[in-house]
T-cell receptor
Framework: GENVEQHPSTLSVQEGDSAVIKCTYSDSASNYFPWYKQELGKRPQLIIDIRSNVGEKKDQRIAVTLNKTAKHFSLHITETQPEDSAVYFCAAFPRGDSSYKLIFGSGTRLLVRP | DVKVTQSSRYLVKRTGEKVFLECVQDMDHENMFWYRQDPGLGLRLIYFSYDVKMKEKGDIPEGYSVSREKKERFSLILESASTNQTSMYLC????????????FGSGTQLSVL
């Protein structure tokens, strides 16, 4: 089955700097890759996603890139702000698996220092 | 706006107790999921359901069972709680079987003493 690895587990950046979180997946049939953000004490919420027919997607200060050949995808946050501090989860949706369930990475705790 | 509501935010139980965690969604979603969240381990799927009275095991079903008698409600049951089941439990739902976007509840922090 699908396996998703996420790095780093913790990331500390200065406000205004960029942050990059990387994930790799194992199942080449996976075709949908979302990123969820979980602020302290709150529920995870979808912030951006990308499908396998697209290499990059941007939404204001966040972007996601996908390399299907290498089976990895990354979240890029530019001009980080304190409110970006949260735990970020990547995930993969393996179409080859009839169960249709998201497989999550282990999470990255991002701290943006003012 | 989709609402996924978990009945308790914090729960403290004793070893051996039977524990029920309840989840209700108000958007007529077909799919419902129970995840367990532990630091460094991410979100691990316990059980999920595509329809009323249907259930499928996730990646860590041992020690848990589920019930889905109505479309909007999905219950997670710990038959005999153990200390290693102390964790944050997150319920989620999605529109149809092939829907990728999950809507999460706020979570239940369960402590088993």
């Amino acid at each position: 089955g699908e396996n998703v690895e996420q790095h780093p587990s913790t990331l500390s950046v200065q406000e205004g700097d960029s942050a990059v979180i990387k994930c790799t997946y194992s199942d080449s049939a996976s075709n949908y890759f979302p990123w969820y953000k979980q602020e302290l004490g709150k529920r995870p919420q979808l912030i951006i996603d990308i499908r396998s027919n697209v290499g990059e997607k941007k939404d204001q200060r966040i972007a996601v890139t996908l390399n299907k050949t290498a089976k990895h995808f990354s979240l890029h946050i530019t001009e980080t702000q304190p409110e970006d501090s949260a735990v970020y989860f990547c995930a993969a949706f393996p179409r080859g698996d009839s169960s249709y369930k998201l497989i999550f990475g282990s999470g990255t705790r991002l701290l943006v220092r003012p | 706006d989709v609402k996924v509501t978990q009945s308790s935010r914090y729960l403290v139980k004793r070893t051996g107790e039977k524990v029920f965690l309840e989840c209700v969604q108000d958007m007529d979603h077909e799919n419902m999921f129970w995840y367990r969240q532990d630091p460094g381990l991410g979100l691990r799927l316990i059980y999920f359901s595509y329809d009323v009275k249907m259930k499928e095991k996730g990646d860590i079903p041992e020690g848990y069972s589920v019930s889905r008698e109505k479309k909007e409600r999905f219950s997670l049951i710990l038959e005999s709680a153990s200390t290693n089941q102390t964790s944050m439990y997150l319920c989620a739902s999605s529109f149809t079987r092939a829907s990728e976007k999950l809507f999460f509840g706020s979570g239940t922090q369960l402590s088993v003493l």
